[in-house]
């Protein structure tokens, strides 16, 4: 009860406070009833789904679109009181030296040119929310990289990865839409395709519908896959830890009915003549999460020197373990972030709230020669819908640096 109590205080005094500049412009009572009636809907909705969600399975379609109107409700406003509240401080200040001036207590009006600064303000996240959940979640994007390195075997020169993440199936509701993602992604003729885990929000259950299209999926030399932390059903309630044992096996069989090989803390050589690299698979470990990777053991049996491509879903794993291992691993691909399905990239600037949470959150970086690709994810989860952050196919081409 506390708290849905503090949901409808913080929610109450967000609405409070943007309906001071609402007022300054719309004179009709019939428009600010309008303002409330839609506050309250949308309030009561969300709080409505969570009470009714099914902890047994899952996040529902209708609870992430409560949430996606609860955003749209609610970041517009936010971003309207940043202005509104700018402007109060100044009518504090005036008010205060009015007071000491003259002995008089005078608040200044609301003026509604600021009001309108504010509204306009809004109307910037407003549409760029609709946006993001007609449009943007299924708006694929091939991002290309080239990597070069010492060591690469000569056989390998040119090789091309494609590198997908977070399929969270359990969101789909487009059939269309994936097909023309799968499309995509095979469009890219690589010679693999690597899977960095998510495949489903958190049942078994919810891929089947889509299994016959990932199944499509191509490469020349193979398809492998690791989990990811929504793959081990710890986000549901199970009836029995063998019910949740049953479950995480359905999700691990998913693999191979798709095509791909499953990487549980192992690794596999991809051969080209006598040249090999070597494709280490660890299960979900991150900071903040399940620790079920063990990279020793997915290691086991590999020459120090061998050329090594790491596929561990939480990026915090390459920052806390992987860049600074005695072992080189000369490209780790990682997912997870979804680069918060919101933010800024244009050239020369990004920015998500993620960063504040992962160091590295979207795209390539590099550390003594090392590198790490945080794919942006395939699908979404929570929010039905991405904002500046598109969902991702990664394609990366290995080259042996010229000497």
């Known amino acids: 009860m506390l708290r849905w109590l503090l949901l409808i205080a913080i929610l109450l005094i967000i609405d409070f406070y943007a309906f001071q500049g609402i007022k300054t412009l719309v004179k009709s009572k019939i428009g600010l009833w309008l303002y409330w009636l839609f506050s309250i809907f949308v309030g009561t ?14 996040m529902s379609h209708r609870l992430m679109f409560s949430f996606a ?71 694929y994007k091939v991002i290309q990289h080239t990597l070069f390195f010492d060591d690469l075997p000569k056989a390998f020169d040119g090789f091309k990865l494609t590198h997908i993440s977070d399929v969270h199936s359990g969101s789909f509701d487009n059939d269309e839409k994936i097909k023309d993602g799968i499309d995509l992604i095979n469009q890219q003729e690589s010679d693999v395709i690597l899977f960095t885990g998510d495949i489903v929000n958190n049942v078994a259950s919810e891929m089947d519908p889509w299994i016959p299209y990932f199944k499509r999926l191509k490469a020349k030399e193979g398809k492998y896959s690791v989990l990811g932390n929504h793959d081990y059903g710890e986000y549901v309630s199970f009836n029995s830890e063998d019910e949740k044992n049953q479950n995480f096996q359905a999700i691990k069989d998913i693999h191979p009915k798709i095509g791909f090989n499953l ?36 290691s086991e049996g590999l020459e120090k020197e061998a050329f090594k491509i790491l596929l561990s879903h939480d990026p915090s794993h390459w920052e806390s373990e992987v860049k600074n291992h005695k072992d080189t691993y000369h490209l780790t691909l990682s997912g997870h972030t979804h680069g918060m399905q919101f933010g800024i990239e244009i050239p020369g600037f990004r920015w998500s709230p993620v960063q504040y949470v992962y160091k590295y959150w979207a795209g390539i970086y590099e550390e003594f020669g090392n590198y790490i690709n945080v794919n942006r994810g395939f699908g979404f989860l929570a929010f039905p819908g991405r904002i500046g952050i598109w969902p991702e196919i990664t394609v990366i081409t290995l080259k042996r640096k010229l000497s």
Not at 45 to 58: E, F, K
Not at 94 to 117: C, D, G, H, L
Not at 269 to 292: C, H, P, Q, S, Y
């Open 45 to 58: 909705n969300l709080i409505y789904q969570l009470h009714v969600h099914d902890r047994s399975a899952g």
């Open 69 to 139: 109107f609860m955003v749209l409700s609610t970041v517009p406003k936010l971003i309207s009181i940043i202005v509104l509240l700018g402007e109060d401080l100044v009518r504090i200040t005036q008010t205060i030296t009015n007071y000491f001036q003259s002995s008089q207590v005078m608040m200044p009006e609301r003026r509604a040119f600021v009001s309108k600064v504010a509204l306009s303000l809004a109307a910037i996240p407003f549409g760029a929310i609709i946006y993001g959940v007609i449009k943007g979640r299924y708006n």
């Open 263 to 298: 990487l549980l803390n192992e690794s596999v050589d991809l051969k080209r003549g006598e040249d090999k690299i070597a494709l280490v698979g660890v299960e979900n470990w991150g900071t903040r999460f399940k620790k079920a990777g063990d990279l020793q053991k997915a």
